[in-house]
């Protein structure tokens, strides 16, 4: 398990840290850039100022349901970049986080969050959110570069205790099993992915003051120190 965050992060991570201010910020860049345009881009489709409010997703959802047929994986991209950057400036403001990325590519982008330790890619989730159940490494429509990745990530696992319930990614996915399936056709929608984000947030922290434990602020030196152990 990770220590508490707020326990001051090794000397290590620290610098690292430091070093990754640099390109936090054109990430932050990134994401600003690709959201103001599509801003724009639903605008004049759909007369539709987005308000960055949870309500919008649903003039998202719609706008990149029309893109169901397009073949050209360079608009299904560029829309993509920008619905993902929108949805994960969404996030952002409402929940707390902090981008990642090389600051060029969007399918790049991750966005680490504070409460929790969960992090995820919002263009991958919306490449899915316009692709739906057929999305898979062959399709056409997929934008070159790395395997679509549309996972909500928590802390990893280390070997031997994928049963152990103590630990939040195995506590969580036994919780989430227990629920009624979502319908297919909703399942990639970014209003459903929200709706999911905000019930596995609501569900650890409820797990966690149960515990006993403070409130998390996980900061970039946290997922850097996490994530370099050995799994």
Known sequence: MSDAPGAPPNRATDA???ALQPLLARAQTLADEL???FKAQVKRSLGVDLDDSETSLAFVDYHLATARDEQRDAIVGLLAAGAGAYYGELVRRIVGGTWIGDGRDPRRLRLL???????FAPVDQALEAIAGDSLDPDDPRIPPGPPVDATFHLEPVAPGQEDDETHDAVWLQSRLSELSPVPADEFHCLTCRFETLTLMLGLLASKH??????????GVEHYLDIISRPH
């Open 16 to 18: 690292a840290s430091d």
């Open 35 to 37: 959201s103001a345009g």
């Open 113 to 119: 969050l504070h409460p929790q330790f969960l992090y």
């Open 209 to 218: 003051v149960a515990e006993g434990r403070a409130p998390g602020n996980y």
